[in-house]
């Protein structure tokens, strides 16, 4: 489950890309990093709590970031 929904969320990435949000954007490129390292540490069996950490960090300075 955790794996489709990581991979979705790359999905969303790109697509709201693809769609002209983010072009100058570091922080799209800092997510799609960050849901990387989450996914192999899955996939890997290893600890993923820290990565999880950084990943929810990380949306919550973006949405902070872009809602106002």
């Known amino acids: 489950l955790a794996m489709a929904m990581l991979a979705d ?3 969303q ?3 709201a890309e693809a769609l002209g949000y ?8 800092a997510l799609d990093e960050a ?3 989450l ?4 996939e890997d ?4 709590g820290s990565a999880f ?3 929810r ?8 970031r872009v809602s106002g």
Do not use: M, T
């Open 9 to 11: 969320a790359q999905y």
């Open 13 to 15: 990435l790109s697509r």
């Open 22 to 29: 983010g072009e100058r954007d570091r922080e799209f490129a």
């Open 35 to 37: 849901i990387e390292e």
């Open 39 to 42: 996914s192999d540490r899955i």
């Open 45 to 48: 069996e290893e600890e993923s």
């Open 53 to 55: 950490d950084a990943l």
């Open 57 to 64: 960090e990380r949306l919550a300075r973006f949405k902070s």
